[in-house]
């Protein structure tokens, strides 16, 4: 069979460069999805060998694998780079850069080049943070870096110009991301996806994207402030000059709070992806979920101060902190509720995915709980800084977090790749990744009460902690062992999978309407939707069907794309996308010069590549899109 | 747009374009970092007896009120420039964008001949009133300075004709000002504040 011609002029459109070049300068959503995936693979092994360096450490009382300044070091990195290397970039950047133009039926993002520059910058900043820490500077100062410990006088070494510069390069990239998403989603959806029509999926990005753009830059300007109080002689947190210690903290968790939001919605929807997927069922309580998903985040932005319920702010700012925070019960109950009751009424079949996702659901709930006795402000003054609180948020990060994703690399695996996975070894995994996870972390609970205080290096023997800590050593490594069958089950079946389908599952979303992997374009004729579950909507896809054998909406006269309205998805101007560029990389490497400049006070010098970075600005618009 | 076969008729031209829509985020995330740092300046504010602390003069009103009516009067140009690129009159938009650029550029000029002066009479590095007083005004005149950057770039454009990309440029662009503009009079009222 021949493709028709309409096909055939899209594919030579759509081309990318071939070889090394292409992936250089590339601006298809997907194979920036690949690459930030990739990337933040070799961040999520970094900080794996971290978290078991430090459960080697903690495995037994005075251990000496690492010592104090070590150990410092590596618990901070740790969790940077799980929260700020691993989790957004995995969620947003592969996860929602491949499939929400896939979803909403489009055939990029609303700003491809942008997209690239957003993948370019994130790597540069781990590998700046990296830097750091192979240099002997790595940020030692925990992930939230509390003044004063933070500052010149107790931190004199480089140590945490790497963490707020590397964070501030960080945070541009993730808000590109942001900022494109909401853009697209808003603005690019295929004709008929009116806002009711969303998946669900894409409101759970929409939720984390709108939590980025308003969250990162109380952090931005939380670390301009410390890197200027350790370079400059400012003093917004030096009290002796008028500063406050605690303005650290607000701004700090004024991110921070909706940053956990942040990295647990997309995870959110990923379950409401799976759980359709495997139930053959619509999500209960569709818009309620929805609204929940963006209720979470909205929320999210009001509850800052629990995590300061020791600092000695007044106890009335206090009860309206936590007052707010178990506000944020509602929206998540709703949607464990819509989950489960999806899943009990409807056909599961437990395939890999699906056991993944009961298994976040099963920690999210766990992990619910114990944040519900945070919110008691007595119990949260008792337990901070405990493993108890290491405990909690492992449960919501790791197990809530972090098991959608294992549960969605297995789901989509076949669209990405077009081979299928083994799902006896997929199942074997999940099994033993759910046992060590708890192996690892429910002992935290207990040595939490028993009150062993976290971010210590060792501890002495005859407390009672140290069988609960073996336990917790042992429960990481087969956790680690898990999560490698995971990928090796991923990595053989790449090469000797049986050939997938294009829709395995039967899913609910347009991804599934377009073969395995997707081609450069993703649609031939761009699609039409009357539901949010646009794939099972037989008729339309046969409609589309019969569309690109008349030749109609094929969009075929360059990289084109439709840009609809903003509420009812109609469409309203058909434009000429970008495609291939090397502008974003050379943005980029002008970008990472100048921070790594600023990390070594060689100030003129920043000035100087700053003034380059605006050229290249200029190079980047100088070829402007054909009038379509 | 028929001949796709997609559905219901594009609209007319009034509908925003893309790059508005990017330039609407851009502005939504720089007016959160503005807010936080006028934050900043509150909580620090309260948390001092003596604000400006001691030997630190308190600011003056009509000269940076002046200059701050400098940059809004730049306003009505760059709304001006706007109607007359929609109109496809190359010159007159140009016209009006050159007019708004003098009257900004006089603004960044003079706002930068006052920070010469207080340094004179006290540091960033003097207090914490200091470190947030340039902090906040330096960071709204860096948004000024990045908008001064994108008109001459526009000018730059518009100079070798209109083009339905450069309109969206400078719907993009003016956006930007409008929101700078607002940013800059909360910011300037935020620092004056001790004087009020």
Same mark, same amino acid.
């Given at each position: 069979?021949?493709?028709?011609?309409?096909?055939?002029?899209?594919?030579?459109?759509?081309?990318?460069?071939?070889?090394?070049?292409?992936?250089?300068?590339?601006?298809?959503?997907?194979?920036?999805?690949?690459?930030?995936?990739?990337?933040?693979?070799?961040?999520?092994?970094?900080?794996?060998?971290?978290?078991?360096?430090?459960?080697?450490?903690?495995?037994?009382?005075?251990?000496?694998?690492?010592?104090?300044?070590?150990?410092?070091?590596?618990?901070?990195?740790?969790?940077?780079?799980? +929260?700020?290397?691993?989790?957004?970039?995995?969620?947003?950047?592969?996860?929602?850069?491949?499939?929400?133009?896939?979803?909403?039926?489009?055939?990029?993002?609303?700003?491809?080049?942008?997209?690239?520059?957003?993948?370019?910058?994130?790597?540069?900043?781990?590998?700046?943070?990296?830097?750091?820490?192979?240099?002997?500077?790595?940020?030692?100062?925990?992930?939230?870096?509390?003044?004063?410990?933070?500052?010149?006088?107790?931190?004199?070494?480089?140590?945490?110009?790497?963490?707020?510069?590397?964070?501030?390069?960080?945070?541009?990239?993730?808000?590109?991301?942001?900022?494109?998403?909401?853009?697209?989603?808003?603005?690019?959806?295929?004709?008929?996806?009116?806002?009711?029509?969303?998946?669900?999926?894409?409101?759970?990005?929409?939720?984390?994207?709108?939590?980025?753009?308003?969250?990162?830059?109380?952090?931005?300007?939380?670390?301009?402030?410390?890197?200027?109080?350790?370079?400059?002689?400012?003093?917004?947190?030096?009290?002796?000059?008028?500063?406050?210690?605690?303005?650290?903290?607000?701004?700090?968790?004024?991110?921070?709070?909706?940053?956990?939001?942040?990295?647990?919605?997309?995870?959110?929807?990923?379950?409401?992806?799976?759980?359709?997927? $495997?139930?053959?069922?619509?999500?209960?309580?569709?818009?309620?979920? /929805?609204?929940?998903?963006?209720?979470?985040?909205?929320?999210?932005?009001?509850?800052?101060?629990?995590?300061?319920?020791?600092?000695?702010?007044?106890?009335?700012?206090?009860?309206?902190?936590?007052?707010?925070?178990?506000?944020?019960? +509602?929206?998540?109950?709703?949607?464990?509720?819509?989950?489960?009751?999806?899943?009990?009424?409807?056909?599961?079949?437990?395939?890999?995915?699906?056991?993944?996702?009961?298994?976040?659901?099963?920690?999210?709930?766990?992990?619910?709980?114990?944040?519900?006795?945070?919110?008691?402000?007595?119990?949260?003054?008792?337990?901070?800084?405990?493993?108890?609180?290491?405990?909690?948020?492992?449960?919501?990060?790791?197990?809530?977090?972090?098991?959608?994703?294992?549960?969605?690399?297995? !789901?989509?695996?076949?669209?990405?790749?077009?081979?299928?996975?083994?799902?006896?070894?997929?199942?074997?995994?999940?099994?033993?990744?759910?046992?060590?996870?708890?192996?690892?972390?429910?002992?935290?609970?207990?040595?939490?009460?028993?009150?062993?205080?976290?971010?210590?290096?060792?501890?002495?023997?005859?407390?009672?902690?140290?069988?609960?800590?073996?336990?917790?050593? +042992?429960?990481?490594?087969?956790?680690?062992?898990?999560?490698?069958?995971?990928?090796?089950?991923?990595?053989?079946? !790449?090469?000797?999978?049986?050939?997938?389908?294009?829709?395995?599952?039967?899913?609910?979303?347009?991804?599934?309407?377009?073969?395995?992997?997707?081609?450069? !374009?993703?649609? /031939?004729?761009?699609?039409?939707?009357?539901?949010?579950?646009?794939?099972?909507? /037989?008729?339309?896809?046969?409609?589309?069907?019969?569309?690109?054998?008349?030749?109609?909406?094929?969009?075929?006269?360059?990289?084109?794309?439709?840009?609809?309205?903003?509420?009812?998805?109609?469409?309203?101007?058909?434009?000429?996308?970008?495609?291939?560029?090397?502008?974003?990389?050379?943005?980029?490497?002008?970008?990472?010069?100048? $921070?790594?400049?600023?990390?070594?006070?060689?100030?003129?010098?920043?000035?100087?590549?700053?003034?380059?970075?605006?050229?290249?600005?200029?190079?980047?618009?100088?070829?402007?899109?054909?009038?379509? | 747009? &028929?001949?796709?076969?997609?559905?219901?008729?594009?609209?007319?031209?009034?509908?925003?374009?893309?790059?508005?829509?990017?330039?609407?985020?851009?502005?939504?995330?720089?007016?959160?970092?503005?807010?936080?740092?006028?934050?900043?300046?509150?909580?620090?504010?309260?948390?001092?007896?003596?604000?400006?602390?001691?030997?630190?003069?308190?600011?003056?009103?009509?000269?940076?009120?002046?200059?701050?009516?400098?940059?809004?009067?730049?306003?009505?140009?760059?709304?001006?420039?706007?109607?007359?690129?929609?109109?496809?009159?190359?010159?007159?938009?140009?016209?009006?964008?050159?007019?708004?650029?003098?009257?900004?550029?006089?603004?960044?000029?003079?706002?930068?001949?006052?920070?010469?002066?207080?340094?004179?009479?006290?540091?960033? &590095?003097?207090?914490?009133?200091?470190?947030?007083?340039?902090?906040?005004?330096?960071?709204?005149?860096?948004?000024?300075?990045?908008?001064?950057?994108?008109?001459?770039?526009?000018?730059?454009?518009?100079?070798?004709?209109?083009?339905?990309?450069?309109?969206?440029?400078?719907?993009?662009? &003016?956006?930007?000002?409008?929101?700078?503009?607002?940013?800059?009079?909360?910011?300037?009222?935020?620092?004056? &504040?001790?004087?009020?």
């Amino acid at each position: 069979m021949t493709p028709a011609p309409p096909v055939e002029r899209l594919e030579r459109i759509w081309a990318p460069r071939p070889g090394v070049l292409g992936w250089l300068t590339t601006t298809d959503h997907k194979r920036i999805g690949l690459l930030y995936f990739w990337a933040t693979l070799v961040f999520f092994g970094a900080g794996g060998v971290e978290a078991l360096l430090i459960r080697t450490q903690l495995a037994q009382p005075h251990n000496h694998v690492l010592g104090p300044n070590a150990y410092d070091q590596v618990f901070t990195m740790h969790g940077l780079t799980m +929260i700020f290397w691993f989790i957004i970039p995995m969620t947003t950047g592969a996860f929602g850069n491949y499939l929400i133009p896939l979803m909403i039926g489009a055939r990029d993002l609303a700003f491809p080049r942008l997209n690239a520059l957003s993948f370019w910058v994130f790597a540069a900043s781990g590998v700046f943070l990296y830097t750091g820490l192979f240099l002997g500077f790595g940020p030692n100062a925990g992930w939230f870096d509390y003044v004063p410990l933070a500052s010149r006088l107790y931190d004199p070494g480089r140590n945490i110009e790497f963490y707020t510069l590397g964070l501030i390069f960080n945070s541009i990239a993730s808000t590109l991301t942001a900022a494109n998403f909401i853009v697209s989603i808003f603005k690019c959806r295929a004709p008929g996806m009116s806002f009711n029509r969303i998946p669900l999926f894409c409101f759970a990005f929409l939720a984390a994207s709108f939590g980025l753009l308003f969250a990162l830059p109380a952090l931005s300007a939380d670390l301009v402030y410390l890197f200027l109080d350790r370079n400059v002689g400012t003093h917004f947190f030096d009290p002796a000059h008028g500063g406050a210690t605690l303005l650290w903290q607000h701004l700090f968790w004024f991110f921070g709070h909706p940053e956990v939001y942040i990295l647990i919605v997309p995870a959110f929807g990923i379950a409401t992806e799976i759980i359709p997927a $495997f139930t053959q069922r619509k999500m209960i309580a569709f818009p309620l979920v /929805a609204i929940a998903e963006l209720l979470v985040v909205f929320i999210g932005f009001g509850v800052w101060a629990h995590h300061m319920f020791a600092t000695g702010i007044p106890t009335v700012t206090l009860v309206f902190f936590a007052g707010a925070s178990a506000m944020v019960v +509602i929206p998540s109950t709703i949607q464990v509720f819509a989950w489960s009751t999806t899943i009990f009424t409807g056909l599961p079949r437990f395939k890999t995915p699906l056991l993944f996702i009961v298994g976040f659901i099963l920690f999210f709930v766990a992990g619910g709980l114990t944040g519900i006795m945070f919110i008691a402000i007595p119990f949260d003054q008792q337990m901070t800084d405990t493993y108890f609180v290491v405990a909690h948020f492992h449960y919501i990060i790791f197990g809530a977090a972090v098991f959608p994703i294992f549960g969605g690399m297995y !789901y989509w695996f076949p669209k990405v790749t077009g081979r299928m996975y083994f799902e006896r070894a997929g199942q074997v995994s999940f099994w033993i990744i759910f046992a060590g996870t708890n192996l690892l972390f429910f002992p935290m609970h207990i040595v939490g009460l028993l009150g062993m205080p976290r971010r210590v290096y060792t501890y002495p023997s005859g407390l009672g902690w140290t069988i609960y800590n073996v336990l917790e050593t +042992i429960g990481g490594f087969v956790t680690a062992a898990g999560i490698l069958l995971l990928f090796g089950n991923l990595v053989v079946s !790449y090469f000797r999978g049986p050939r997938a389908e294009p829709d395995p599952w039967h899913g609910p979303t347009l991804e599934w309407s377009v073969p395995s992997p997707p081609p450069e !374009y993703n649609f /031939a004729v761009v699609p039409t939707v009357s539901s949010a579950y646009p794939n099972w909507d /037989a008729a339309d896809r046969e409609l589309d069907r019969q569309r690109l054998a008349a030749g109609a909406g094929v969009l075929d006269e360059g990289p084109e794309q439709v840009v609809s309205s903003f509420v009812d998805g109609e469409t309203q101007e058909v434009v000429r996308m970008p495609h291939d560029s090397p502008w974003p990389i050379l943005v980029a490497l002008c970008l990472s010069a100048m $921070f790594a400049v600023l990390a070594v006070e060689k100030y003129t010098v920043a000035a100087f590549l700053g003034g380059l970075l605006v050229l290249t600005l200029v190079g980047w618009h100088a070829k402007e899109p054909e009038e379509a | 747009m &028929s001949a796709y076969g997609i559905g219901a008729a594009a609209r007319g031209g009034r509908e925003r374009p893309l790059g508005w829509w990017g330039a609407a985020m851009l502005v939504a995330t720089e007016a959160t970092l503005l807010a936080v740092m006028t934050a900043t300046y509150f909580y620090l504010r309260f948390k001092n007896v003596a604000w400006p602390p001691r030997g630190v003069p308190v600011p003056t009103l009509v000269v940076p009120l002046l200059v701050l009516g400098l940059l809004l009067a730049a306003t009505t140009p760059v709304c001006l420039g706007v109607r007359a690129g929609r109109a496809r009159r190359r010159a007159a938009t140009c016209g009006w964008l050159i007019v708004a650029l003098v009257l900004q550029a006089a603004y960044l000029a003079l706002q930068l001949h006052q920070y010469a002066h207080d340094l004179r009479r006290f540091a960033p &590095s003097g207090s914490a009133y200091g470190s947030i007083y340039y902090t906040l005004l330096g960071a709204a005149d860096a948004h000024v300075a990045v908008g001064l950057l994108l008109t001459l770039w526009l000018l730059a454009k518009l100079a070798r004709g209109i083009t339905r990309y450069r309109l969206n440029a400078l719907e993009a662009i &003016s956006f930007y000002w409008y929101a700078v503009n607002a940013l800059t009079v909360v910011v300037t009222l935020t620092v004056l &504040s001790p004087a009020l």
